[in-house]
């Protein structure tokens, strides 16, 4: 739906034209923003609603830990790393009804499981070929509702997380915030950060010509990069403007202590997925979802489902399975899972929540959203450069 993208880039012209003269916005040009931050939910709401027939809530005991996507014929498809874990599986249906989970193959490469229910029925979802969504697309990613639980952008088109496959640099980076950049901690010996000659005290500034804005960012511009690129990476040292062209290795040396402070940090600001990394191919973006969110299904503004939820990476690093992979997994059949660890229980009645009949949703307050929405534009706007 492209008219979703026009109305999208018109909340965020209003936003940043409200913003680039004054600190505080005018009340008048905070009242349209928030108009036509509800005009782009109901707009989304029209390409994520047809999916809510596909995808369900499961849960260990009461506690939901991940999300399915409908296959048809009783089966879903999920995380495997979220479900092997946790005891008393089941899934709630449309009724509110909780349905005993059995898993019936795995795709460990991919960390996917397929599970079916007994008394399940749901239309097959239809995994779309996203291979056209360039950096900067929209997306969003649909709960069982059918509402947007997430919108952001392609921040890294897809690519493989697998350490052979990633270039390594070899830097670690000090957490506290420095203006326009990031200051560099230490080197790893023999990396091709070290032996190009970057040095402890340096205050990256542009990667590839694309100024650097944080260690999140720059987080995300190196994962980006290949065995054997030859990135082009401006410096500041002692006042002087370097540049340095080091050739990437791979992922063969170990990284310094500091890497565990941001992985501490990701690990504080939300919880974490059980397998976060190590994939063959997937895409990244910065939309905020926590570990439970993993399995739901991820549609563009076209409405099309372009792939699943399959890791939280970072505090807004989410990892997406491209569909037309997807595709190509379903091909092949699963390896058997054995059944011991998987514990029956009887099918049972979700209680609803006070005030709210059963199998009845109660929407959230849209004042949430409107934030969400305008946190999403920021990123937009930083990811157009402006």
């Not at 002087?240 to 992985?263: D, H, M, V, Y």
Request: proline share 5%; hydrophobic share 40%; net charge negative.
């Amino acid at each position: 739906m492209r008219t979703l993208t026009t109305l999208i880039f018109s909340g965020l012209t209003a936003l940043v034209s409200a913003q680039a003269f004054q600190q505080e916005i005018p009340d008048k040009d905070q009242k349209i923003a928030n108009e036509q931050a509800v005009s782009i939910f109901t707009s989304v709401r029209e390409v994520t609603r047809p999916v809510a027939q596909t995808v369900f809530p499961i849960y260990s005991y009461r506690q939901q830990i991940a999300y399915g996507v409908s296959l048809g014929e009783g089966r879903l498809l999920a995380k495997w790393s979220e479900l092997a874990r946790a005891p008393h599986l089941y899934l709630a249906n449309k009724d509110g009804q909780g349905l005993v989970v059995k898993p019936i193959g795995v795709y460990p490469e991919h960390d996917l499981v397929v599970i079916e229910a007994e008394g399940f029925e749901a239309p097959k979802a239809k995994w779309a070929d996203g291979s056209d969504l360039a950096a900067g697309s929209f997306l969003a990613a649909v709960d069982a509702r059918g509402e947007a639980q997430a919108v952001g952008v392609v921040s890294v088109p897809a690519r493989s997380l697998r350490e052979e496959d990633q270039g390594f640099l070899g830097i670690s980076m000090a957490h506290e915030a420095v203006p326009n950049g990031v200051l560099v901690s230490g080197t790893v010996r023999n990396s091709a950060a070290h032996r190009i000659g970057i040095e402890g005290g340096d205050l990256i500034q542009k990667i590839n010509d694309q100024e650097v804005d944080g260690f999140y960012e720059l987080s995300s511009m190196l994962r980006r990069l290949k065995v054997g690129e030859k990135p082009k990476i401006q410096v500041l040292r002692e006042g002087k403007i370097l540049t340095f062209q080091p050739t990437l290795g791979g992922r063969e040396l170990e990284e310094l202590p500091e890497s565990g402070q941001l992985r501490e940090m990701d690990r504080m600001s939300g919880s974490q997925s059980a397998r976060r990394d190590d994939f063959p191919n997937v895409l990244q973006s910065d939309m905020e979802l926590e570990a439970q969110h993993n399995g739901m299904p991820v549609v563009d503004m076209d409405g099309r489902i372009v792939g699943m939820v399959i890791a939280r990476a970072g505090r807004i690093s989410t990892l997406i399975l491209p569909g037309e992979l997807i595709n190509q997994v379903l091909k092949e059949e699963p390896i058997p899972v054995a059944q011991r660890d998987w514990v029956p229980r009887r099918h049972r009645q979700l209680q609803p929540r006070r005030g709210q009949r059963r199998g009845q949703h109660r929407l959230e307050p849209i004042e949430p959203q409107i934030e969400q929405m305008r946190h999403a534009l920021e990123q937009i706007e930083r990811f157009l450069g402006r």
